[in-house]
């Protein structure tokens, strides 16, 4: 029976997405990215080499797989064109694998130049944008006056074009920011011929025939689920829905049809830019997260800050996106490390919480309880695993009531331990 199964990250990202869908891929017909744009990045590494995709899903180093960037997704042309040639060396022909959905919102220069106008007008409140404009194309998105992938087939695309970058010029005026971007929307057009040559479809009916055709997709998200713009640490979130449901609308796929939810988390927690991070740690231990699992973003390159596996907000994200298996990444940064933490709960002004709070500040801090560290050695095989790792896992087990069924020992694909759920 044909299915569709969602792969989604249940912290404020970079859990190692690219590496499980990459693992997975083989499984599945179809891997469909349903939201988020370039501000993603998913690394991947095999045979030696690390390949980083920013808004391609990561099936697309396998030939036999089609793959799909939803309606739910931003996409900036200079980025795609760039993926696009980074992926020739490798005999990678995406036009014969990689299919376009004629709703996805597109990226202009103008929305890069708004998206640092409008992080630089808040100051010390800036929330950390990738400046990779995609909010403001998400507000437009949402304001209805945005440009879609299939509005650059149409012939009155340069109209269009023209009446919108002259709404963000204004604007961008008005916020006092107006940097010449000639080169970047010289290098747009040329990036929109490339653009051009791939299949420009209503992908929500290629899915649906798929799966009729008795096919499996694999959804692949971006970003995290403390990361959404509803449930995450508002205002410190991206602009769009990184949970299951947003793989319901960035695909037009019916809720009913979704069978498995794998949820990524690594075997601490990291996070990017501003915002609450209940277990972040500012000392020395924050920093040898950081160099033992070289957390630098793949997108930005910017340090990211380090912390503990917090269990409130992986039972919050679990329960948002209906997560059937859970996968442990990283899991090899801890070897050595001791004492291994777990948040277990928070206290707060009310006294003792498992709650995700709705606003984290000064009133809450987190409890924590120590754990073995284990030390791996060259291990592939479940049953090889330390018992203290074992054990580990056993404890995230019972405090989410979900199965821990892959464990990420490395970046290597091959570095990877399935366990029956």
């Given at each position: 029976?044909?299915?569709?199964?969602?792969?989604?990250g249940l912290q404020w990202g970079d859990e190692g997405k690219g590496k499980a869908?990459?693992?997975?891929?083989?499984?599945?017909?179809?891997?469909?990215?349903?939201?988020?744009?370039?501000?993603?990045?998913?690394?991947?590494?095999?045979?030696?080499?690390?390949?980083?995709?920013?808004?391609?899903?990561?099936?697309?180093?396998?030939?036999?797989?089609?793959?799909?960037?939803?309606?739910?997704?931003?996409?900036?042309?200079?980025?795609?064109?760039?993926?696009?040639?980074?992926?020739?060396?490798?005999?990678?022909?995406?036009?014969?694998?990689?299919?376009?959905?004629?709703?996805?919102?597109?990226?202009?220069?103008?929305?890069?130049?708004?998206?640092?106008?409008?992080?630089?007008?808040?100051?010390?409140?800036?929330?950390?944008?990738?400046?990779?404009?995609?909010?403001?194309?998400?507000?437009?998105?949402?304001?209805?006056?945005?440009?879609?992938?299939?509005?650059?087939?149409?012939?009155?695309?340069?109209?269009?074009?023209?009446?919108?970058?002259?709404?963000?010029?204004?604007?961008?005026?008005?916020?006092?920011?107006?940097?010449?971007?000639?080169?970047?929307?010289?290098?747009?057009?040329?990036?929109?011929?490339?653009?051009?040559?791939?299949?420009?479809?209503?992908?929500?009916?290629?899915?649906?025939?798929?799966?009729?055709?008795?096919?499996?997709?694999?959804a692949e998200g971006a970003q995290g689920t403390l990361l959404d713009i509803d449930?995450?640490?508002?205002?410190?979130?991206?602009?769009?829905?990184?949970?299951?449901?947003?793989?319901?609308?960035?695909?037009?796929?019916?809720?009913?049809?979704?069978?498995?939810?794998?949820?990524?988390?690594?075997?601490?927690?990291?996070?990017?830019?501003?915002?609450?991070?209940?277990?972040?740690?500012?000392?020395?231990?924050?920093?040898?997260?950081?160099?033992?699992?070289?957390?630098?973003?793949?997108?930005?390159?910017?340090?990211?800050?380090?912390?503990?596996?917090?269990?409130?907000?992986?039972?919050?994200?679990?329960?948002?996106?209906?997560?059937?298996?859970?996968?442990?990444?990283?899991?090899?940064?801890?070897?050595?490390?001791?004492?291994?933490?777990?948040?277990?709960?928070?206290?707060?002004?009310?006294?003792?919480?498992?709650?995700?709070?709705y606003v984290y500040n000064d009133s809450y801090s987190p409890i924590f309880k120590?754990?073995?560290?284990?030390?791996?050695?060259?291990?592939?095989?479940?049953?090889?695993?330390?018992?203290?790792?074992?054990?580990?896992?056993?404890?995230?087990?019972?405090?989410?009531?979900?199965?821990?069924?892959?464990?990420?020992?490395?970046?290597?694909?091959?570095?990877?331990?399935?366990?029956?759920?």
């Amino acid at each position: 029976m044909s299915k569709v199964d969602v792969l989604l990250g249940l912290q404020w990202g970079d859990e190692g997405k690219g590496k499980a869908v990459d693992f997975l891929a083989p499984k599945y017909d179809i891997v469909a990215r349903f939201q988020g744009g370039p501000n993603a990045g998913h690394t991947l590494e095999f045979d030696g080499k690390k390949h980083v995709l920013h808004q391609i899903p990561s099936g697309i180093f396998h030939p036999e797989i089609l793959n799909i960037i939803g309606n739910g997704v931003v996409i900036d042309p200079i980025v795609f064109a760039r993926e696009i040639r980074d992926l020739e060396p490798f005999g990678v022909d995406a036009t014969k694998t990689l299919v376009l959905s004629n709703k996805a919102q597109l990226i202009l220069p103008t929305h890069k130049l708004l998206d640092k106008a409008l992080e630089l007008s808040k100051g010390e409140e800036k929330i950390g944008s990738t400046l990779r404009g995609i909010g403001p194309t998400y507000q437009d998105k949402i304001g209805r006056h945005g440009l879609r992938i299939g509005d650059i087939i149409e012939k009155d695309f340069d109209e269009k074009y023209q009446k919108l970058k002259k709404q963000h010029l204004s604007l961008l005026s008005a916020l006092e920011l107006e940097d010449d971007f000639i080169e970047q929307e010289n290098q747009f057009f040329h990036s929109l011929e490339l653009m051009r040559q791939f299949r420009i479809i209503s992908t929500e009916y290629l899915i649906h025939e798929s799966l009729k055709s008795g096919k499996d997709i694999l959804a692949e998200g971006a970003q995290g689920t403390l990361l959404d713009i509803d449930f995450g640490s508002y205002p410190f979130v991206t602009s769009s829905n990184t949970t299951t449901a947003g793989a319901c609308t960035g695909l037009g796929i019916a809720p009913n049809q979704i069978n498995e939810v794998f949820g990524i988390f690594k075997a601490y927690c990291t996070r990017v830019g501003s915002g609450p991070f209940p277990t972040e740690l500012f000392n020395q231990e924050g920093e040898q997260l950081r160099k033992l699992g070289n957390e630098f973003g793949a997108t930005t390159g910017r340090p990211r800050r380090c912390g503990w596996l917090d269990i409130p907000a992986l039972n919050y994200s679990c329960m948002l996106n209906g997560v059937t298996q859970l996968f442990m990444m990283k899991a090899d940064v801890l070897s050595g490390v001791s004492p291994v933490k777990i948040c277990e709960s928070y206290n707060s002004d009310r006294g003792e919480t498992s709650e995700f709070p709705y606003v984290y500040n000064d009133s809450y801090s987190p409890i924590f309880k120590e754990v073995p560290s284990w030390e791996l050695d060259g291990i592939l095989e479940y049953n090889n695993l330390p018992h203290n790792l074992k054990s580990f896992i056993s404890s995230v087990e019972e405090s989410v009531h979900v199965p821990i069924t892959l464990i990420s020992l490395g970046p290597d694909r091959k570095e990877t331990v399935l366990k029956k759920s």
